[in-house]
């Protein structure tokens, strides 16, 4: 059960131990923690708790692997369409000159102003694209899953010495 507790999370400001986002402080066999500046106590053991940041961990770690995969689809979607509306407007622009249209004709006149609009749709999308930063996202995100999926490999190393130590069996302790 969480409540609030923010007046001990003040007055115990000193002693607490980070973890990005997340404050953590143990006193008296429970964890006070803190996420995102909102401080919340929970009565629980130390293994309950690293049990539920693992679970957390692991949650949160997928979710940005997903995230990741997403934008980097996305990225090339976008790259691919850019690349594929500059071909079309070559192309317009070598049909036009190939079958020599006659200067003024509305044909001509229908070539030249596609031309120049595929032209143009191409430089809007590419700067679109380029200002998302979609690529950079997607790895931000991936190397953040990483470290995540690391941190969670630590915490089930911490898990095992816990069950060594103090002989429980590991279904207990699994996800």
């Not at 997928?62 to 079309?88: H, K, P, Q």
């Not at 915490?155 to 103090?166: H, K, S, V, W, Y």
Request: net charge positive; glycine share 8%; with cysteine.
């Amino acid at each position: 059960m969480y409540r609030s507790g923010s007046a001990q999370c003040t007055e115990r400001a000193s002693k607490w131990k980070h973890l990005g986002h997340l404050l953590w402080l143990q006193a008296e066999g429970e964890f006070v923690v803190s996420i995102h500046g909102h401080c919340l106590r929970r009565i629980m053991s130390g293994k309950d708790f690293l049990i539920e940041l693992r679970r957390v961990a692991w949650r949160t770690s997928g979710a940005r692997f997903n995230a990741s995969r997403r934008l980097r689809r996305r990225d090339i979607f976008g790259t691919f369409s850019i690349a594929t509306f500059a071909a079309i407007g070559i192309g317009l622009t070598i049909v036009q000159r190939v079958y020599e249209f006659d200067s003024g004709t509305p044909l001509d006149n229908y070539f030249t102003a596609l031309s120049v609009l595929v032209g143009l749709f191409v430089i809007i999308v590419s700067l679109i694209e380029w200002g998302y930063g979609g690529a950079l996202k997607a790895d931000i995100l991936f190397r953040n899953a990483e470290r995540l999926a690391d941190f969670q490999r630590k915490l089930n190393e911490e898990l095992e010495t816990l069950q060594e130590d103090a002989g429980i069996s590991k279904e207990t302790t699994t996800r």
